[in-house]
């Protein structure tokens, strides 16, 4: 979770860019990997999206192995 400059809050998703984004909350805001969800208030959550973002994220992170681009060149410089 983020705060936004203009007092909102993000929740961020470090492998944003492997979901789906069904939903269409998603947000890059310039990042190539990193995607978020903004919400100004409470109000402003639609939580059966944010509940299927959510489930998304837990069966990427669960089922696929996280490859850094960082970690295989280190590999390589090794």
Request: proline share 6%.
């Amino acid at each position: 979770m983020n705060p936004t400059k203009d007092g909102g809050i993000e929740i961020a998703f470090p492998r944003g860019n492997e979901l789906s984004n069904e939903q269409e909350l998603l947000v890059d805001r310039g990042r190539k990997q990193v995607r978020g969800i903004i919400f100004k208030t409470l109000f402003d959550i639609p939580l059966p999206s944010l509940r299927e973002v959510l489930q998304e994220a837990i069966l990427l992170d669960e089922n696929i192995p996280y490859k850094s681009y960082r970690i295989a060149n280190k590999k390589q410089v090794l």
